[in-house]
């Protein structure tokens, strides 16, 4: 009876979770049907650094390639900055380093969606949970699709 029950659990279980899909999995494709190929935001990146006073990013994306990344108050984009924000600088990086976090690379990933388009409106990421300053925090504004 007992090995029964386990066998109807095991069952039970696998069914609801083929079937069933993550919260960023239901967004990304969300994301995936709007099917737009040219857009323009706000990239905020909050963190304890030093380029956070000059945020937020101006990013201009089309086709999946950064057409133009630039601090929206003029400033130049260091090297050492620019390569921390290309991770950053598409919705699909965007939902692809959210993933990895979700999946591991963080202890504790919060995330609010754009109920529209489906592309994450804001992620705080906390990477080592009794850490400090280790918190990311990701905040897209001004959303834009452009023709």
Same mark, same amino acid.
């Given at each position: 009876?007992? @090995?029964?029950?386990?066998?109807?659990?095991?069952?039970?279980?696998?069914?609801?979770?083929?079937?069933?899909?993550? +919260?960023? #999995?239901? *967004?990304?494709?969300?994301?995936?049907?709007?099917?737009?190929?040219?857009?323009?935001?706000?990239?905020?990146?909050?963190?304890?650094?030093?380029?956070?006073?000059?945020?937020?990013?101006?990013?201009?994306?089309?086709?999946? +390639?950064?057409?133009?990344? @630039?601090? &929206?108050?003029? @400033? #130049?984009?260091?090297?050492?900055?620019?390569?921390?924000? #290309? @991770?950053?600088?598409?919705?699909?990086?965007?939902?692809?380093?959210?993933?990895?976090?979700?999946?591991?690379?963080? &202890?504790?990933?919060?995330?609010?969606? *754009?109920?529209?388009?489906?592309?994450? #409106?804001?992620?705080?990421?906390?990477?080592?949970?009794?850490?400090?300053?280790?918190?990311?925090?990701?905040?897209?504004?001004?959303?834009? +699709?452009?023709?």
């Amino acid at each position: 009876m007992r @090995k029964l029950l386990y066998i109807v659990l095991t069952l039970a279980l696998a069914a609801c979770s083929l079937g069933g899909q993550t +919260e960023i #999995e239901r *967004n990304r494709e969300k994301w995936q049907d709007a099917n737009i190929s040219h857009y323009r935001f706000n990239l905020f990146v909050g963190c304890f650094c030093v380029f956070t006073a000059d945020m937020p990013l101006a990013i201009e994306v089309q086709d999946g +390639e950064v057409i133009s990344m @630039k601090y &929206e108050n003029g @400033k #130049e984009i260091d090297a050492t900055s620019r390569e921390l924000f #290309e @991770k950053y600088a598409t919705i699909d990086r965007i939902f692809a380093e959210l993933e990895a976090d979700i999946n591991g690379a963080a &202890e504790e990933v919060v995330v609010t969606y *754009n109920y529209t388009y489906g592309f994450p #409106e804001q992620a705080s990421i906390d990477f080592i949970k009794d850490a400090i300053d280790d918190e990311l925090m990701l905040t897209i504004s001004n959303f834009e +699709e452009l023709p």
